[in-house]
């Protein structure tokens, strides 16, 4: 059987090269928004009405991919997902069907970290709220209580998931900044453990009351879903932030909005939302958080590594049936 491949959406051409020298047949969808899994199924039984199916989806974070899709597409035998995670892809359906799944990690965590760190920041010292400040002519001369912040260097540092990317940011913070690391996970991290003299503490409540800025580093699945909830952010000091770069639903957003908007908290930086694209009511107006449009990987150089790794997925599969980023690692 050609190899067919259907790219959801572009990426970067990177990995599509290397697809179209290996001689595969690819196609590239021109929507420029997310599709619509309505949409997904239209353009597979398209296909497999013309007698001309794709074997292989690459898809996006934004793509749901579940039983539906593999049964009109009987000819799929693998989903390469461009992202890190694997929550939009149901891999137990997959799974019992024979159909690989992979995802793309590489050596671009420091790239999230960097967004991590940047959030932090311009919370810390209010640079967005400053900047818009000026914007609206508001700026009338230098005032020694104008736009006061809080210092960053030799906070403490909660991490809640010590993988790759929260490995990152405890080098970040604690190696730039002198700030106590402490971190929530599964697994003991001696990497930060031995370089950065992190703590491994038992529960997230012991986090929480010893943390001055909170960053999230976990899957969505059940255990995570809404861990940010109303108990979680009344254990939190009152001038501490948090940071969410992992996904959306992870946090209580309209709580979240409640006590940012009541002062319970310092302030919230947020990448990923619980509604993505829609944005809960009332954060955008609220001087203490920072949004920003799901851009933490957003680096040329890590998209173009996902890109490639996407490919050499595929390119693993189709050749030697071996691949190493799959769902069952």
Not at 58 to 64: F, H, M, R, S
Not at 217 to 236: A, E, G, W
Not at 239 to 263: C, H, M, W
Request: hydrophobic letters at 40%; proline letters at 3%.
């Amino acid at each position: 059987m050609q190899n067919r491949i259907y790219v959801t959406r572009e990426i970067p051409e990177v990995g599509i090269n290397m697809l179209k020298a290996k001689g595969y047949e690819v196609t590239i969808g021109k929507d420029k928004k997310p599709l619509s899994q309505k949409d997904i199924i239209k353009i597979l039984q398209r296909a497999e009405h013309k007698g001309e199916p794709y074997n292989i989806l690459l898809t996006l974070l934004t793509d749901k991919i579940d039983k539906t899709v593999f049964d009109i597409a009987p000819s799929l035998k693998m989903v390469s997902n461009y992202a890190i995670g694997f929550d939009n892809v149901d891999v137990k359906e997959a799974c019992t069907r024979g159909i690989m799944v992979t995802n793309t990690p590489g050596d671009y965590m420091g790239s999230i970290a960097e967004h991590v760190v940047s959030m932090t920041l311009s919370l810390c010292n209010r640079i967005a709220e400053a900047d818009h400040f000026v914007r609206k002519g508001r700026y009338k001369g230098w005032d020694p209580m104008l736009m006061i912040g809080h210092d960053v260097s030799e906070k403490t540092i909660g991490i809640i998931g010590a993988g790759r990317i929260g490995e990152k940011v405890s080098y970040t913070f604690n190696k730039g900044f002198g700030c106590k690391i402490v971190y929530v996970d599964q697994h003991k991290n001696e990497n930060i453990e031995r370089d950065c003299g992190a703590t491994k503490l038992e529960t997230i409540d012991e986090l929480i009351k010893q943390a001055d800025i909170i960053s999230l580093h976990v899957p969505l699945n059940d255990s995570t879903y809404h861990m940010v909830n109303q108990d979680f952010i009344s254990k939190m000091k009152k001038d501490a932030f948090i940071i969410n770069t992992s996904r959306g639903p992870v946090v209580d957003e309209k709580y979240l909005y409640q006590a940012l908007k009541e002062n319970k908290i310092a302030g919230a930086g947020l990448d990923v939302f619980e509604f993505e694209p829609k944005v809960t009511k009332g954060l955008i107006k609220l001087g203490n958080v920072i949004l920003t449009p799901h851009i933490a990987s957003a680096s040329i150089k890590a998209r173009n590594i996902m890109s490639t790794v996407a490919a050499e997925n595929i390119i693993n599969f189709v050749e030697r049936k071996v691949v190493v980023n799959n769902c069952t690692k």
